[in-house]
């Protein structure tokens, strides 16, 4: 089993717990879905590295400032489904690579990247991100 280099902009296939659901006393995510790496760190001399994600949803957001919109020629780039998608801001994990909630994604045997955000588009998010931190901080769930 090969895992794909960690670096920032990847989207992978991810077991993603959400805050609401940690709040409610579960350990594992309800669902896998598609996320993207926003930090990719190492975190020790040996080089373990550490991973923060934000997922992607079809939900919309209840406040715009909590998310942005995938194009959709980037999700067709990335072979998501034809439905809207929004990156969040304001819910992210954090875990040690490769970790033990990196998913294969259905019908793609041992493939656990959809590929690369436009680095446009990565720039938005990381920005918005930090610029979120600034009024309001985002829940950051760690997973190891």
């Known amino acids: 089993m090969t895992f794909p280099a960690a670096k920032p902009g990847l989207v992978i296939r991810y ?16 669902k896998d879905r598609p996320c ?15 991973v923060i994600v934000a997922p992607v949803t079809h939900a919309a957001p209840d406040d715009a400032a909590d998310s942005i919109e995938i194009p959709p020629a980037v999700c067709r780039a990335l072979r998501l489904d034809s439905k809207r998608h929004w990156l969040r801001l304001d819910e992210l994990n954090r875990f040690a690579w490769p ?7 259905p019908g793609r045997p041992g493939v656990y990247a959809y590929g690369m955000l436009p680095q446009p588009l990565f720039e938005q998010l990381r920005s918005a991100i930090l610029e979120r931190q600034t009024v309001k901080a985002a829940r950051v769930q760690r997973r190891d």
Not at 99 to 105: A, K, N, P
């Open 15 to 30: 077991s993603f717990l959400w805050s609401h659901e940690k709040d409610a006393g579960a350990e594992e995510a309800s």
């Open 36 to 50: 993207a790496i926003v930090v990719a760190a190492p975190r020790n001399a040996r080089g373990d590295i550490t």
């Open 99 to 105: 970790g033990y909630d990196l998913r294969v994604i």
